[in-house]
């Protein structure tokens, strides 16, 4: 009635509510009453997101190997990424966004951890790449935690795995063959001795 509405936030939802370009009343999980026509409403998380991800790079000597892994990550300052990337709500519609800003902050650290995941794999070759999932994991956790983009956009990195290293299929098929010719030298060499 007269545009003044009432809205109610989850606990896992910080609320910036903007009224003439200022910040008049900002929490988590906050409800009020607002006017329409010079309300604007910005609703960040609060809790953490697990992104999947999957590329393809190169090692050392030219071979490509498909990378697999997740990252966790969760919104540390609010405030500073409602000044980068618009999440502001379209109360019209529902509770959905106005822009597609906060899809794409996924997608921007899996970029940054592709780029840190390709500077480290074009430095191995490629049993070396295969093998090194754990270290590769720890090199890019502490690479990325001091990254500028991620501390400019107030992210936190909570954790991040390599699930699989895996060269393509004729390259691994390749890999066995020689592994196998290897056990079957030795194992003729045990034989005769």
Known sequence: MFGIKFVKFQPSEYVLKYKNGRIVKEGAGISFFYYAPTTAITVIPLQSMDVPFIFEEVTADFQSVTVQGQIAFRIA???????????????????????????????????????????????????????????????????????????????????????????????????????????LKQADEAIYE
């Open 77 to 183: 300052d609010q405030k500073k990424i409602a000044k980068l990337l618009n999440y502001t709500l379209d109360l019209k519609r529902g509770k959905s966004y106005v822009s597609d800003d906060p899809q794409k902050l996924q997608k921007k650290v899996i970029n940054i951890v592709q780029v840190m995941t390709k500077k480290t794999l074009e430095a191995l070759p490629l049993k070396d790449a295969i093998k090194s999932s754990e270290v590769l994991a720890r090199n890019i956790l502490n690479d990325i935690k001091q990254n500028e983009v991620i501390n400019l956009f107030g992210i936190e990195i909570l954790d991040l795995s390599i699930l699989a290293i895996l060269p393509n299929k004729e390259t691994a098929r390749a890999l066995e063959a020689q592994t196998r010719e290897q056990i």
